[in-house]
């Protein structure tokens, strides 16, 4: 349970004591009233037959008699209507006063429910009773309403991903990635797409997707779609994970059965990582056995110096907001002059991302960057349609073997 859940089922424990409190009845509860079914999600209750918890058809209970107007919000004596007669719980003792409001959301939505009632030996309830009751029902429906919102909001997102998750996948596009010294494309991004109806960009559809538990899948598909293309292309291809999947066995089955020589991991920086350890023993025998690590987004933010400290990794990607415009910003060129010099001390591989000019490209070649990648050199196209040269550029920092 999140913290959010924690805070907003304390407060509703809070409405629902106040509600019993102030009407001296035996039970207050808040009840999910659907279309077939009512829930009792939370109560309290001096009844021991009457928890949070118990849920059964719409039909038959108090709640739905009072939304659908056969049973008015506040009965003093249930004995004297024949509706709450006919309603009486048979596993409960005879219900005499009875209060319900509706639970009604900003957008006029009926969630639901407050409800208290109490048994014979309970005082009757009075009329200005009710105020009190939809005042806290409407106490209620402020708390609960975030947490509808975001049901309603997972439920979105999996029937938006349903189709893809349960098919073959996001569609996976390469992008090459050029040795600057030469030109010559050394190896190439994979890099996942979505219908364009969504108006999504692939970073929210993937943190939308863990955010209802499917995130790891949905890695897992993308990574088995790029790999499928290294039959189709020269030079390394490089491939997206977080942490997280990359910690699942999944992703070590999978990763186990590829050529690993031919491959770049890329672990954002903007990626929280809980536990270094776990993550250095998973990489470990797959740099072994030739797979190289690559830290993408260096520069976007300010905690990659651990990540990258931690990781040890073989390339470092310098993130477009430096790239872009450095050609005419100092203080741009400055970073990334001291981001290549960093990188180098350690045999480094930097590559610049989002390269779109020739006079950004040019600082980067005079900085002594080994790679780039971006619009410059191609965008994000179907494998067939990757060529293996670049334009010729000529610079003198050699491109490092280890990624060429």
Request: with cysteine; aromatic share 4%.
């Amino acid at each position: 349970m999140d913290r959010d859940s924690s805070e907003a089922d304390r407060q509703l424990a809070g409405l629902l004591a106040a509600a019993r409190r102030r009407l001296g009845l035996s039970v207050a509860f808040l009840s999910r009233v659907g279309d077939t079914t009512r829930t009792v999600e939370h109560a309290d209750s001096a009844l021991p037959g009457f928890r949070a918890g118990w849920s059964g058809p719409r039909e038959g209970s108090h709640c739905a008699a009072v939304l659908e107007g056969r049973l008015p919000r506040l009965v003093r004596d249930a004995r004297e209507h024949p509706e709450a007669v006919r309603l009486q719980p048979a596993d409960l003792p005879q219900i005499r006063s009875h209060v319900s409001v509706p639970l009604v959301l900003g957008d006029g939505t009926v969630y639901g429910t407050f409800c208290a009632f109490g048994v014979l030996s309970d005082p009757e309830v009075q009329p200005h009773h009710l105020a009190v009751v939809e005042v806290l029902a409407e106490a209620a429906a402020l708390v609960i309403e975030p947490q509808v919102l975001r049901e309603r909001e997972e439920a979105a997102i999996a029937h938006r991903l349903a189709p893809v998750l349960g098919g073959s996948g996001p569609t996976v596009v390469l992008q090459p990635i050029v040795d600057l010294r030469t030109g010559t494309r050394a190896g190439a991004e994979a890099l996942s797409r979505f219908p364009v109806e969504w108006d999504c960009t692939p970073d929210v559809v993937f943190a939308d997707a863990h955010g209802i538990g499917q995130g790891d899948r949905l890695e897992l598909l993308a990574l088995e779609r790029a790999a499928a293309l290294l039959d189709e292309v020269s030079g390394y291809v490089s491939m997206n994970v977080s942490a997280q999947t990359l910690l699942t066995p999944q992703c070590a089955e999978l990763l186990a059965r590829l050529p690993l020589h031919r491959i770049v991991l890329e672990l954002s920086e903007h990626e929280q990582v809980q536990d270094y350890a776990s993550l250095s023993a998973a990489l470990t025998p797959l740099r072994a056995a030739g797979m190289r690590l690559a830290i993408d987004d260096v520069g976007a933010g300010f905690s990659s110096l651990r990540h990258i400290v931690v990781t040890n990794p073989d390339v470092l990607k310098m993130d477009r907001s430096i790239v872009s415009g450095l050609d005419t910003d100092p203080i741009l060129a400055k970073l990334a002059q001291s981001l290549v010099e960093f990188a180098h001390s350690f045999d480094i591989c930097v590559i610049a991302e989002g390269v779109e000019t020739v006079a950004e490209q040019t600082v980067l070649q005079g900085l002594g960057v080994d790679g780039g990648q971006g619009w410059l050199f191609g965008r994000p196209a179907p494998a067939d349609l990757l060529v293996d040269e670049g334009t010729r550029l000529t610079a003198p920092a050699p491109f490092p073997a280890a990624v060429g």
